[in-house]
């Protein structure tokens, strides 16, 4: 079945550093991918996505690019702010669009 | 426009007794979807609507859970009888019909069972 891997976290960086997470997936057919993004106390929030291959989202000074290649949607930003502490999951969608398949989440730690 | 509104946000309960959680998903929205997030298993999908109807209940984990969907307005997911390890945050989320993968989250019911 399909699957997502994530980096496993916590990911503590100084403000302004540069931030990559990495996804890898593994699905049949031609699946979206997603990230989404808890911030404590909250549920998810859709933070970027791409529907196809080579395509690039971006959302926020985040962003990911579908490479079919390698099957991986790596999250980057290039100077994260404490603001960004969260918990960041990768996720695909099934071809028919109806189902979310999750990664375990990457906690993200910002200090000042 | 409201978000999706979970209720209880907390709710501690013992062993034994039956736990109701509700949900109202955003109007106009034709998906809904219950999660259950826990350290051990991440986020996991139970079960999920698609105008009302139960569509895929194969994460539902067995019998002592149900859920429901009276009207394109609320849901709501119960467990009887509860045990420790229904332990979670089970979230609600819903979604428009064309933006598959969009999902809108509610704020998570955090159940605690003694």
């Known amino acids: 079945g399909d699957s997502v891997t994530q980096m496993e976290g916590p990911v503590t960086l100084s403000e302004e550093a540069f931030l990559t997470i990495n996804c890898t997936y593994t699905?049949?057919?031609?699946?979206?991918l997603f990230w989404y993004v808890q911030y404590p106390g909250e549920g998810l929030q859709l933070l970027l996505k791409?529907?196809?291959?080579?395509d690039k989202g971006s959302n926020k000074g985040f962003e990911a690019t579908y490479r079919k290649e390698t099957t991986s949607f790596h999250l980057e930003k290039g100077s994260v702010q404490v603001s960004d502490s969260a918990v960041y999951f990768c996720?695909?969608?099934?071809?028919?669009?109806?189902?979310?398949?999750f990664g375990g989440g990457t906690r993200l730690m910002v200090k000042p | 426009d409201a978000g999706v509104i979970q209720s209880p946000r907390h709710e501690v309960t013992e062993m034994g007794q039956e736990v109701t959680l509700r949900c109202k998903p955003i109007?106009?929205?034709?998906?809904l979807f219950w999660y259950r997030q826990t350290m051990m298993r991440g986020l996991e999908l139970l079960i999920y609507?698609?105008?009302?109807?139960?569509?895929?209940d194969s994460g539902m984990p067995e019998d002592r859970f149900s859920a429901k969907m009276p009207n394109a307005s609320f849901s709501t997911l119960k467990i009887q009888p509860s045990e420790p390890r229904d332990s979670a945050v089970y979230f609600c989320?819903?979604?428009?019909?064309?933006?598959?993968?969009?999902?809108?989250f509610g704020e998570g019911s955090r159940l605690t069972v003694l």
């Open positions: 791409a529907t196809k291959a080579d």
């Open positions: 609507f698609n105008n009302n109807v139960p569509i895929d």
């Open positions: 109007s106009g929205h034709d998906y």
């Open positions: 996720a695909l969608s099934d071809d028919a669009g109806n189902m979310l398949t």
């Open positions: 989320a819903s979604r428009l019909a064309d933006l598959t993968g969009e999902l809108f």
């Open positions: 699905a049949t057919g031609y699946p979206s």
